[in-house]
């Protein structure tokens, strides 16, 4: 990927378009506007951030002096934040199973183990983000696998095209096969201390502590990593909690002191703020009271629950209980790269909550969960997922003609939200036009 040097880039940089923004990003009231003026600038520590948003008549004439790019016909919105993805599972993607146990030790373990590689670390990395770019997707929680030489590749990829990304190195010291099964916690809790003072914090990457699950770690290690979530407040912490029937039955076995699964992580010191626990599926009240109590955030993985036929994602009771969630594609457990899909599933899932009459999501509120939502639940509201004033300049640029049958229905929907609905639906990497990261029209 070619880049323009930074000396080379406007201070600002302005565009006229149809605006999609949260202008309060902590709820999913959304604004539009059909033709707008989005005006961006770099500071001295070489981020793009929004300087202005807003109807182009309001806002041309402060600006006039800035060159603006004209997109009309296009909309622009925030790049998409998600929640839980693996990295090292690009090549598994589509592989056929029984249920997560199998599927794991079937095809996610022996492609995990080829990362001890660096070259092959890299190329998949390389490829990785070209994906996530395809799709607009800009901000993403990563698992690496347990080897640093994959971390290193995430971060050495990330960090040239300037993402905000956030990864870590597996952790898993039992229950694992050769070549992935960490030598001994005290090693694996040092490479992470190591990885953490090497890349958390530098230019726009942030580390997470990342036991893979329960099962797969001792309880020295997740005490280990509990220590280490304590002593570095500001990384993430990410793992998977009560994803699947078997699993949770295993878990009861390994942990028979724990009142549930998640208390297992409580436990050791791993639910906080900025903890991210993919699923969530099967959860109770006591459950879904302390993860709101810690501040602790649910990376719901809709086209994955379906595919390895794991359960349904509440989310009435994720939200009667206030609990943080937002939405994730869980590559390669999930079934696509793309937000729509994503989205799509979520709706799916919510007409289909068991034992209720189902609960549909709207189509503003399916996107805020995959933008502003998902930043908020990862602490970063304010800096990315949203194109409000202050908010870093990572946005997709979408075109609804990008389809005979998208933009046959875009233009006969009588609504905004019939508009976001068929975008979702209908959707697909067509639909992103362009991904511009920190600002660069270019990326």
Not at 286 to 313: H, I, K, Q, W, Y
Request: glycine letters at 8%; aromatic letters at 8%; charged letters at 20%.
């Amino acid at each position: 990927m070619s880049k323009q040097p930074e000396h080379d880039l406007p201070t600002q940089q302005a565009y006229r378009a149809s605006l999609l923004w949260f202008p309060d990003g902590d709820s999913d009231q959304i604004q539009f506007e059909a033709d707008g003026l989005l005006v961006t600038e770099r500071g001295d520590d070489g981020v793009a951030r929004i300087a202005a948003i807003g109807p182009y008549a309001l806002l041309h004439a402060a600006h006039a002096q800035v060159a603006c790019t004209d997109w009309r016909g296009r909309w622009l919105a925030p790049g998409f934040v998600d929640l839980h993805i693996h990295y090292a599972q690009t090549d598994v993607i589509a592989s056929p199973a029984d249920g997560l146990l199998p599927w794991l030790n079937h095809y996610t373990f022996p492609q995990e183990t080829r990362f001890a590689d660096p070259a092959h670390a890299r190329e998949v990395a390389q490829f990785y983000f070209d994906e996530l770019m395809r799709h607009g997707v800009t901000t993403a929680l990563t698992f690496a696998t347990a080897h640093v030489a994959s971390v290193d590749a995430f971060f050495e990829q990330a960090q040239q095209r300037q993402l905000r990304m956030i990864g870590g190195r597996v952790l898993q010291d039992r229950h694992s096969p050769d070549g992935l099964r960490d030598r001994s916690a005290e090693q694996s809790l040092l490479e992470t201390e190591s990885l953490i003072q090497k890349w958390h914090g530098v230019d726009r990457l942030g580390y997470a502590i990342t036991p893979r699950f329960a099962p797969t770690s001792s309880p020295k290690q997740l005490h280990g990593a509990g220590l280490l979530a304590q002593q570095h407040s500001s990384v993430w912490v990410q793992t998977h909690v009560a994803e699947n029937a078997d699993e949770i039955r295993w878990v009861a076995e390994l942990f028979p002191q724990a009142r549930s699964y998640l208390d297992v992580y409580e436990n050791v010191g791993l639910l906080r703020e900025r903890s991210v626990l993919a699923h969530c599926l099967h959860l109770d009240a006591n459950d879904r009271d302390l993860m709101a109590e810690r501040g602790a955030a649910a990376a719901v993985c809709p086209t994955s629950n379906l595919f390895l036929d794991s359960g349904f994602f509440h989310f009435q009771e994720a939200q009667a209980h206030r609990v943080l969630h937002g939405l994730a594609s869980d590559v390669g457990g999930g079934t696509s790269f793309s937000p729509f899909h994503t989205m799509h599933a979520a709706y799916t899932v919510g007409r289909q909550s068991v034992g209720r009459d189902g609960h549909s999501l709207s189509a503003q509120h399916l996107w805020w969960l995959h933008t502003a939502g998902a930043a908020k639940a990862l602490g970063l509201a304010g800096v990315c997922g949203n194109l409000a004033v202050g908010c870093e300049a990572d946005f997709v640029v979408l075109n609804p003609q990008a389809t005979p049958l998208l933009a046959r229905r875009t233009v006969a929907a009588d609504s905004l939200d019939e508009q976001l609905f068929a975008m979702i639906v209908l959707g697909d990497d067509r639909l992103v036009e362009r991904t511009v990261v920190n600002g660069r029209p270019g990326a």
